[in-house]
Structure formats: C-alpha cells, structure tokens
C-alpha cells in the first residue's frame, strides 16, 4: 500500500506491507485524513517520546471503513468510523474512572504508531468511533478538534459561563471550540492574530472577532478585554504572552484551559492577583471517550461544522504540510484517499 512516511528528515510516500490488526484492534481502509500542527511540530523537532521508531506512517485522525478485525473484536466490517489519536492505556486509575484525556501512559496514532495518512490503517477498537452517514472528510476535520474543545470547556466542571474568549479561533482547534462553545449558548468572542483570515468566524457562532498584532498581543488583548471580562477563556495559541494577558483579564473566579504550546514561551502569573481573584489555569490536550462521542453527535446534528480549508490526494503530502503551516486560510487541510460516495 501508498503511506506517507517520515523518516527524521524528509516527508515521502512509499510503498510498505498493509498492516495487520493485532488482538484488539481493527484494520481501517482508510478514506481522509487532516494535516496537523502536532505533526509539523514533531518534525521541526519537538521530542517524539520514549520509544519511538523511524521511519513512521504519519496522520493522526483518519476516518474510513473498517475491512478487518483482530482476535478480540466483535464484527465491525463494514462500520463508518474515524479514529481518536490519543490512544489511551485503558488500564490505569484515570482510564478506569472515565477520564481517559488524563491517561499519564496514552500513545498518538501517527505519532508513537503508525498513522493514517495511508491506503490502511491498524488500530485499538475503544478508539475507532463509529460516524453513521457522516461524510468522510468531515468526521476526519472532526475527532480531533471538536472533542478537544468540549473537554476545554468540561475541564473546570463549573459549566459554560455566558461569555467565552478563544484565542487562536482562525486555528482548527480555535474554530472548534468558537463553534462549539456557540453550539452550547455561550457568547464567543473570537480572538485571532492580525491578518489572519477571520471573516467566516462570524458565521462560525462568534458573536465578536478581534485581532492583536504579533508584536504586543497580550497588552491588545487585555485592552480589547478591559470593562468585560470572559468567564472562560479558551487558548489555542499557546503563546505565553496571550495566556498571560488571559489569566489577568478572565473574570472573578474564571477559568483559563489551554491547549497549545509554543517553544520557550513562559507564562507570567501575578500571584496574589491569582489566588484572591480565584482564577483557575488548566491544561488540556486530550479529550475523554464521552466527549468524542458527544463531539461527533454535535457534528451530526449539524451544530458544528468544521470548516475545510483544502481536500488534496496522498500524492500531495508535501503540498498539504506546507500549506497547513501557512496562515492565509480558515480550516482544515485534509488528504483523502479515495471518493467518499457520500454528499460533501
């Protein structure tokens, strides 16, 4: 079969043997997959982890049809699915609680094993979810982002407050949560860098768009915030200056989740201001079984609607990568494999 591979230096599409699914594990042909900032990360050196080999398949989220199943798994040929990355071990105290997103020991697909950007694709079972009639390019752009952001807003356990702030919403993570925090009743204000194409948003569920420039964000922002602060902020920048400005501008006893990192970027906290406005910092960058499901039923109910940004074939990795890490475009870019058969 054609995969994508990445060997510590150069992004190529070979020819490698079609996997076979091990116990517990299901063989997906695999139909889209999306181009992610986590990949790009990884391979202008971000550390793999321990026990990492290459050359590896990449792709983190594909979707497709099941073709096989291993020793252990019910029949499930023929199922529409689309695969979580974060594989969790399924076994320690926070998988056996229901909060998988916490696992210390979970595995990436396209990451610690191989991914989806490929005609195949071998993976555990508990993390191929099944999509019904969604297309599959959408389910792909989907059972990444979309859980991520309602886990965000899940993490404090203090419920959707009125006003929401994402940063980084011109973003695939920040579109997600812009819409999903909409979807919820909340009212979104989308923050985005200048220059960033933020003219969808609006139609994407934000109430109010605003932009920082590159140099000074974090003073624009907390200006743009003064005299209304968000109970919940929503950071899919990473940008430590960003966080900074979030955490003093958040309101009384508000939440700020962020999901990103940026390289030697440092969070600045005013302690005192801190702890007697009972401001509350989490870090989130997984997402629990129930908010993949609950994630995808929003999806399918056509509450959200991750936007698209490009559709290109295998053949076209290189192009794909490059332009993900381009600024000019709303969505997700996606690689798809072969016809849907469904409506786009």
């Not at 199943?69 to 320690?92: F, I, L, M, W, Y």
Request: charge should be negative; proline fraction near 8%.
């Amino acid at each position: 079969m054609r995969a994508a591979r990445w060997d510590g230096s150069h992004l190529r599409v070979a020819d490698v043997p079609v996997p076979e699914p091990g116990p517990g594990e299901v063989l997906i042909e695999v139909r889209a997959v999306g181009v992610n900032q986590l990949e790009r990360q990884v391979m202008a050196g971000a550390p793999l982890g321990p026990g990492v080999l290459l050359p590896r398949t990449v792709g983190l989220d594909p979707a497709g049809v099941v073709v096989a199943c291993g020793p252990g798994v019910p029949d499930r040929v023929g199922a529409r699915v689309a695969v979580k990355p974060n594989v969790p071990c399924g076994e320690c105290a926070a998988c056996t609680a229901g909060r998988e997103a916490d696992c210390p020991a979970q595995t990436v697909v396209g990451i610690h094993r191989d991914g989806g950007a490929a005609e195949y694709v071998a993976v555990p079972s508990r993390v191929a979810f099944d999509v019904g009639a969604l297309p599959f390019t959408r389910a792909a752009a989907a059972v990444h982002s979309v859980p991520i952001a309602l886990h965000m807003i899940r993490r404090s356990g203090r419920g959707l407050p009125q006003k929401v702030l994402v940063t980084g919403a011109a973003g695939a993570l920040g579109c997600a949560a812009v819409q999903v925090a909409a979807a919820l009743g909340a009212e979104v204000t989308a923050g985005a860098l200048e220059g960033e194409p933020v003219g969808e948003l609006p139609g994407l569920g934000a109430s109010e768009v605003i932009t920082y420039p590159r140099e000074g964000a974090g003073e624009a922002l907390e200006k743009a915030l003064d005299g209304r602060p968000p109970g919940l902020v929503l950071d899919a920048t990473g940008s430590g200056e960003l966080i900074s400005a979030a955490l003093r501008g958040v309101a009384w006893a508000g939440s700020v989740v962020v999901a990103a990192a940026l390289p030697g970027s440092a969070v600045e906290i005013d302690t005192r201001a801190f702890y007697t406005r009972r401001v509350t910092l989490y870090g989130c960058a997984a997402a629990d079984y129930a908010d993949v499901r609950d994630g995808l039923d929003l999806v399918a109910r056509g509450l959200v609607r991750p936007p698209v940004a490009a559709e290109l074939p295998l053949a076209e990795i290189g192009a794909a990568f490059e332009m993900a890490g381009r600024r000019d475009h709303l969505g997700k870019v996606m690689l798809v494999t072969k016809e849907d058969g469904t409506c786009p």
